[in-house]
Every structure is written in C-alpha cells, then in structure tokens.
C-alpha cells in the first residue's frame, strides 16, 4: 500500500514538474 501511494505521489509531482519544467524534489537536476 505504502510504496504504492509513494509512486502514485512521485508520478504526481513528476507530471507536474514536467508541465512547468523544472526539476523535481526526487529526481536531481537531470535535464533530458
């Protein structure tokens, strides 16, 4: 359950820092 709301939690985030591109708190400065 746990680890499964973390992902949901990153893929958020993850979705929402690509929109405003910029770099999220999980994923070091990483340009791709």
């Known amino acids: 359950h746990i680890a ?3 992902a949901s ?3 958020r985030e993850g ?3 690509f929109l405003e591109k ?6 070091k400065k990483e340009d791709a």
Request: glycine share 0%; charged share 35%; net charge positive.
């Open 22 to 27: 910029r770099p999220t708190s999980w994923a």
């Open 15 to 17: 979705f929402s820092a």
């Open 9 to 11: 939690d990153e893929a």
């Open 4 to 6: 499964r709301v973390r």
